[in-house]
């Protein structure tokens, strides 16, 4: 299994440009999360999906941020227009949850600098 | 406000045990206690989870009190490729695990 992948693994952009950031999950899961780590705030999460449905985002930040989960394989979050202080690791994690517990198994993360 | 404390760093020689506590006060009944670990510049990687009893995987030993309100993770033999920030969380399961991460505890392995 190729594990979570993420990509860009690092983008460096002008404040004001879109960011996009991608993730493909373990085949099979049906939670997908999206979290960001700074130094000063450490790891928080942004939001997460469940069988592809949003089902909390009250840790994005702001209307810049958003978030898509077209299909069980493929997510997006999306910054526009981008800040120096969106600059941050940021790490994708999927799980299969069955209503019991369940492992998240991160990605390699996107480090992204905004200039 | 924080459900898990832990001391901010420790250091543990190579091939020696390494415990790591937890205090987890305020838990409640069907909250699981979850151990992930960050190595430096890589996402987080699961260890280990339990509910009451104690646990043993391949990576870890996870050792509950009675109460609950309290736990260690043991890495039997810990070697330098262990160093790596650990994270303990307690995690209610819904329709997802939310997992709220703080500081965790900076584990240094040493010649």
């Known amino acids: 299994d190729a594990g979570v992948i993420q990509s860009p693994r690092h983008e460096v952009t002008e404040m004001g440009q879109e960011v996009t950031l991608r993730c493909k999950p373990i085949s099979g899961h049906n939670s997908l999360f999206w979290y960001r780590q700074t130094m000063m705030r450490g790891l928080e999460l942004l939001i997460y999906f469940n069988n592809n449905v949003p089902i909390d985002d009250s840790g994005m930040p702001e209307d810049r941020f958003s978030a898509k989960m077209p299909n069980a394989s493929f997510s997006t979050l999306k910054i526009q227009p981008s800040e120096p202080r969106d600059s941050a690791v940021y790490f994708c994690?999927?799980?299969?949850?069955?209503?019991?517990?369940?492992?998240?198994?991160f990605g390699p993360g996107t480090r992204l600098t905004v200039l | 406000d924080a459900k898990t404390t832990q001391p901010p760093s420790m250091d543990c020689a190579e091939g020696r045990a390494a415990n790591l506590p937890c205090n987890h006060s305020t838990i409640s009944g069907n909250e699981y206690v979850y151990w992930y670990r960050q190595i430096h510049s890589q996402g987080p990687q699961y260890i280990i989870h339990g509910l009451k009893n104690n646990e043993t995987n391949e990576m870890a030993s996870l050792i509950i009190t009675e109460d609950r309100k309290s736990s260690t993770l043991i890495l039997p033999h810990a070697t330098l490729r262990d160093t790596a920030v650990y994270y303990c969380?307690?995690?209610?399961?819904?329709?997802?695990?939310?997992?709220?991460f703080g500081t965790g505890t900076r584990l240094q392995v040493t010649l």
């Open positions: 994690a999927s799980s299969f949850q069955t209503g019991g517990t369940d492992t998240q198994y």
């Open positions: 969380i307690v995690s209610d399961t819904g329709t997802a695990s939310k997992l709220t």
